[in-house]
């Protein structure tokens, strides 16, 4: 699955050096247009993901919620929440399996 920052830069590409309209390399690629003309408003909260990467690094079996509690205690000064902070991508960071129930006796019944 490729992402959309990687779908804009083959969009892009595409354009420049095969010189393709927009429409016809969005066709190749399989972007919508829209997706390709999107430019986020919303500010890189650099500072905050670098203190959450560290903190994840730190605790790797931490998940979003309780880094959001660690860094609420260190006085953190910006307005994101806990749903906001879900979004900023720790799941490739945290390293928590999930744990796996089965029932007992389940492999042995007769199909």
């Not at 999107?38 to 931490?62: K, V, W």
Request: aromatic share 6%.
């Amino acid at each position: 699955m490729v992402g959309p920052a990687a779908k804009r830069e083959a969009v892009a590409h595409l354009q420049a050096v095969m010189g393709l309209s927009e429409r016809r390399a969005c066709s190749f690629v399989g972007a919508d247009r829209k997706m390709i003309r999107y430019r986020s408003c919303r500010p890189p909260e650099t500072e905050l993901r670098g203190r959450l990467h560290d903190l994840a690094n730190e605790r790797r079996r931490f998940g979003y919620r309780r880094l959001f509690i660690l860094l609420r205690r260190e006085g953190e000064p910006s307005g994101i929440n806990q749903w906001e902070m879900r979004s900023l991508g720790l799941a490739p960071l945290t390293s928590a399996p999930h744990r796996i129930s089965s029932s007992v006796g389940a492999s042995s019944r007769a199909r």
